[in-house]
């Protein structure tokens, strides 16, 4: 049974570009969220999708935007990328109740220069 | 508003020793809270949850944590540090059907 899968694993954009990273959930699971973690911190919630469509959203700019397709993958893309974007990306996916487990990813390591 | 205070952004402890982690949790209605792990370079693992059954809970590879209402706090202990458990640690909070709350963390460094 395979687990919370995310890629690409590391990336390197620069300033002012846009960058999607792709994450599947677990087998069974039909809501996914997304955290950005900085280094030395920890994660911070940008939003959950559930049904396609964004249910929940925290304290993240417009260029932060997300998908999520009829097999429950997502996407989220960041555009106009700022120095400060970079973090380690983390998904995780769980059932739709929020206390539910959630099941998180090993990340997308994005690096903006 | 939610919000976790995670006491020590570092904890030392031997081998064998008791290891204590604190957490601290702000939360106007009654909270559900999280325990987990993060290894180098990779992402989090769920220790141990509290969702309002018994107040103490125990977790995977012998963490427990006990939830106390009175002094707002959730620390996760484990009796013996083994050398395995040096990790990135995370408390969290959540109400039902919210997004989580997550600490800054408490690195813990097992000392031989």
């Known amino acids: 049974d395979a687990g919370v899968t995310q890629s690409p694993t590391h990336l390197i954009k620069t300033r002012g570009q846009q960058v999607t990273l792709r994450c599947s959930p677990k087998s069974g699971h039909d809501t996914v969220s997304w955290y950005q973690q900085a280094l030395g911190q920890g994660p911070q919630f940008i939003f959950q999708?559930?049904?396609?469509?964004?249910?929940q959203r925290g304290n993240f700019p417009d260029r932060f935007s997300g998908h999520q397709f009829p097999n429950y993958s997502s996407e989220l893309n960041v555009n106009a990328l700022l120095l400060g974007d970079s973090a380690l990306y983390l998904c995780a996916s769980s059932l739709p109740h929020g206390t539910d487990t959630q099941y998180f990813g090993p990340g997308t390591r994005l690096t903006v220069l | 508003a939610q919000s976790v205070t995670q006491l020590g952004s570092h904890v030392s402890v031997s081998e064998g020793a008791l290891v204590l982690l604190r957490c601290n949790y702000s939360s106007s209605v009654p909270p559900y809270l999280f325990w987990y792990v993060q290894y180098p370079n990779q992402g989090l693992q769920l220790l141990l949850k509290y969702t309002s059954a018994a107040t103490l809970v125990k977790g995977i590879n012998g963490f427990e944590a006990e939830f106390k209402k009175s002094e707002t706090s959730f620390h996760l202990t484990k009796p013996s540090a083994h050398m395995s458990d040096a990790a990135e640690y995370f408390c969290?909070?959540?109400?039902?059907?919210?997004?989580?709350?997550f600490g800054k963390g408490t690195r813990l460094h097992i000392l031989p």
């Open positions: 999708y559930y049904e396609e469509e964004e249910r």
């Open positions: 969290a909070v959540s109400r039902r059907d919210d997004k989580i709350i």
